[in-house]
């Protein structure tokens, strides 16, 4: 499966570019345009259907990015959630999930599925927290 920036070099214009350039006042190609220079991203995930579309870019709106996340000392899903869903109602555009406390990988499906705007994570994040649990060390790193 091709990304946004791989069809917006072949000349595509994908469903996302055309809704958000709609949504942005600009014309199509001049969003395909500026995608494919890499000076516009738009997050699409493939898996989430119905997704929310955002593009980040030069010469564009400014976007508003919450942030939410657990720790080694508060672990709450239904509150991560809660926030998560507060910021979409409020008009955030894209939501970081920076949790490092607990089971990581629940929290973010749970915040996945409870929004529809774009969720980024901080990978590092969950290797350090691996690392914390089968090291006692975050700063245990291993190769994988």
Request: glycine residues 8%.
């Amino acid at each position: 499966m091709q990304i946004q920036l791989e069809l917006a070099r072949q000349g595509v214009i994908t469903t996302q570019m055309a809704q958000f350039a709609e949504e942005e006042g600009f014309a199509a190609e001049l969003i395909r345009e500026r995608v494919a220079a890499g000076e516009i991203v738009i997050p699409n995930n493939p898996n989430r259907p119905g997704q929310k579309v955002v593009g980040i870019g030069t010469r564009l709106r400014t976007k508003v990015n919450s942030s939410i996340g657990t720790s080694s000392g508060i672990y709450d899903i239904e509150l991560e959630k809660r926030k998560a869903r507060i910021a979409e109602a409020e008009g955030a555009d894209t939501l970081m999930e920076l949790s490092t406390g607990s089971d990581l990988d629940r929290v973010r499906c749970e915040v996945l599925d409870c929004c529809q705007m774009p969720v980024g994570n901080v990978p590092l994040y969950l290797a350090f927290h691996d690392a914390a649990r089968r090291y006692r060390n975050p700063d245990r790193l291993d190769p994988e």
